[in-house]
């Protein structure tokens, strides 16, 4: 006799608990043994190697990247992927907790795996390397990782407990200013200052800040200033940090640095280069439908997500590119107190928490619960593409 939905979410609640010991031991030996962008190569073989044990389909080195994976449990549609992040901060560990998700994604894949043993559709765990610097879930996007998914799910630990997360666009630019080295004193009026341009571009850009909107901002350091004090600068290149509430909005606010140092460099007699030096990262945008049941599953645990804080955005994050492609969630669950922040040494140590052992199994239990109910009822898939692709014809 086939099981009810019920009991599918029952059963996966139980093959959760009964391996909390193993997830647990899995998230604390990433928190002991922090690596780094793309580098990651203990934490995805511990991983692969605890999927593998189980019964996936393991295939390394996805997108062309030494560290991803994607581990398969059944095949076709429908299918599901769960996210495992495993990056940590350099100096300062595992200070977001993606030891926490990395383990809750794998709980849920297991416990998937266990209970419909690939009868169902396809359940995948990808592994997503450099998420604090890279994005590589940006290039899993581009390589088609997502092409054949139809919900993208995980959570993360944080100060908040948010059904959503408001995470931004964001981009890195580097630009340069081409002047003629003269000496100061020998020579001055031969010279071209390329590091006055760059000065002057963040002066411009200081007055352009205060009339962006919100959530848009610039961040810029000077990358190269010269190399001697008695020699006008040829050359001058910084670095801007760009964000904005959504993608279209920090194409935007790029075109308008753009156009600042070219006025600059016109303005000055120097000859300035803009290019994009990091993926882009789009902004998130959240399956309602879809983090509404993750949301429901959790609150079997005692624990209540509520929407955001209106006007509060939390950073960026590569979830927003696979967003843009799959219906996909990306809900907050506290595992320290609102007036606590993440890359911190404080939110590292709670990363080990009895606090977060709570809260990594019942994530877990809330992904598998949610992603078997994408898997077992088909309306609510429709309703999941169809609220996705109304936010993109709506550009939210």
Not at 37 to 64: K, S
Not at 81 to 101: Q, R, T, V
Not at 329 to 349: K, L, Q, Y
């Amino acid at each position: 006799m086939a099981r009810t939905l019920d009991e599918v979410h029952r059963d996966v609640r139980q093959a959760v608990t009964g391996r909390a010991g193993t997830l647990w031991e899995v998230a604390l030996r990433l928190h002991a043994d922090p690596e780094y962008a793309f580098a990651e190569h203990r934490a995805a073989a511990l991983l692969t190697g605890e999927l593998e044990r189980a019964g996936f389909a393991v295939e390394r080195q996805i997108a062309g990247m030494p560290t991803a994976f994607a581990a398969r449990s059944g095949r076709g549609r429908p299918a599901v992927a769960l996210l495992l992040e495993y990056d940590a901060l350099p100096g300062l560990g595992h200070a977001c907790g993606h030891n926490l998700i990395a383990a809750a994604g794998l709980g849920a894949a297991l416990a998937l795996h266990d209970v419909l043993d690939g009868t169902a559709g396809c359940v995948t765990a990808v592994g997503t390397p450099a998420e604090e610097g890279g994005g590589g879930k940006a290039v899993e996007v581009e390589a088609g990782v997502f092409d054949d998914v139809d919900a993208a799910l995980m959570f993360h630990p944080g100060v908040h407990d948010w059904r959503w997360a408001p995470l931004t666009a964001q981009a890195q630019y580097t630009v340069a200013f081409h002047g003629r080295a003269a000496h100061p004193t020998g020579n001055p009026t031969e010279g071209v200052d390329a590091l006055a341009s760059l000065i002057e571009l963040f002066n411009v850009v200081a007055v352009l800040g205060r009339r962006l909107p919100e959530a848009s901002h610039v961040q810029g350091i000077v990358t190269h200033g010269g190399t001697a004090t008695n020699i006008v600068p040829e050359y001058a290149e910084g670095r801007f940090g760009l964000r904005a509430a959504t993608t279209a909005a920090l194409e935007e606010l790029a075109g308008r640095l753009r156009e600042a140092a070219e006025g600059v460099a016109r303005a000055t007699g120097t000859r300035t280069e803009v290019e994009q030096a990091t993926v882009r990262y789009d902004h998130f945008r959240d399956s309602a439908v879809l983090s509404g049941r993750f949301a429901g599953h959790l609150s079997r645990s005692g624990l209540t997500l509520t929407e955001p804080a209106p006007g509060v955005y939390l950073g960026s994050s590569d979830i927003g590119n696979v967003s843009t492609r799959v219906p996909a969630i990306h809900p907050f669950v506290a595992i320290m107190g609102e007036n606590g922040s993440d890359h911190t040494p404080a939110f590292a140590a709670a990363a080990a928490s009895g606090r977060a052992r709570e809260v990594l199994i019942a994530a877990a239990q809330a992904l598998a619960c949610t992603a078997a109910d994408v898997l077992l009822r088909p309306g609510l898939r429709e309703q999941a593409w169809a609220g996705h692709r109304a936010a993109g014809a709506a550009g939210g």
